[in-house]
């Protein structure tokens, strides 16, 4: 592993946290928000569909931008967008106030999400860049395994409120991160006016793009996935299962080791038996673990236990599937990354967004709805990914170029 790769790693590991850690600090506060802002379930899970909505739909901003003015600048102004965001929800009077914080935040977070990608993409392509993301999301796995333990621990010390005036100093540390240690990785001479004219061909090229879809998806109901889990888990961890916010912490980060742990194989695979066949296989095996479960909480042995267990095993799946996904689909489309990168978020945290407001009002406070609609989620995946892998065929998408 070159000093480079791990220098890299680290830098946008520890900038692309920002985003999933003001998620995952979150959840274990989510029963304390709703008994003190007097709110209902449905309504408390709506500050997580804010956030998911606006920073899903922000990406498609921060991406074209960056394609333009380089990579550091929008990271500047997202941060403090952020930085505003989490000052609105650390003093919410009400859940609809912290609701409106929520999506602020987000719209400031999805610079994080997006521009990371495209400095990948700057840098690498193919197995090097499957390499580099794996790298990212192991640095990233901090957040699901620390992060909730942070956010109960705040709890137990001072309040709910106290998480989002940690979000504030994390943000802050990332400011300092992106200015100080981050170069910028787009020339100037690569640099693309943003202009309606290039916005639209660019989205045409994009969305017409079957293969660039097709992968965008088949992640993004991979992710969605994710989001239907964190919307919920912590009711039903802590409300059907009687979870203490640390015993929920440490249950949820379980569920996580497993797609992190898996991510780190996702370039060697990918070198070996080609792309197209580790996310073949690894959308088949997240589907079979995603019915078993579902078979089992269905017939009454949905312990704690197994729940965790098909999870995890589901959830290491997906750490293959994900970030070959995302490096295939930007991989044929390098002079325009910074905008199939906000595009491609864009549409999988829409789906993410669609699949919590969708599936919420069927969620009773038990497992069953939350397991049955991730595997609605795994059955969409399977059935793109036989579409999309079969069918399609480009240069490189079946073995990842060094």
Known sequence: MSSGLFRSAAILGLLSCVGPFSIDIYL???????????????ATQMT??????AFGVAQLAYGPIADQVGRKPPIYVGLLIFIA???GCALAPSIGWLIAARFLQGVGGAVVMVVPRAIIRDLHTGTEATRLMAMIMMVISVSPMLAPLAG??????????AIFWALCAAAAASLLITGFKLPETLAPGNRVAVN???LLRG??????????MGLTFIGGFGMASFFVFIASASFVYTGQFGLSPLGFSLAFAINAIGFFSASQFAA??????????????AVAGFLCFSLLLLALVTTGYGTLEVIVGCLFLANACLGLVIPTTMVMALDNHGD????ASSLGGTLQMLTGGFMIAATGPFFDGTALPMVAAITLCSIAAFILARIVLRKTQVEGADQLPS
């Open 28 to 42: 274990p506060a989510m029963p304390a928000i709703a008994a003190d802002l007097n709110a209902g379930v449905a």
């Open 48 to 53: 997580l569909t804010a956030f998911f909505i």
């Open 85 to 87: 965001g989490s000052i």
């Open 152 to 161: 109960s621990g705040i709890i137990q010390l001072w309040s709910w409120r």
């Open 196 to 198: 309606g004219t290039s």
């Open 203 to 212: 989205s045409r090229i994009l969305l017409s793009d079957p293969l660039f």
């Open 268 to 281: 060697v695979l990918g070198e070996r038996y080609g792309a197209t066949r580790v996310v073949s296989a």
């Open 336 to 339: 325009i990354a910074g905008l």
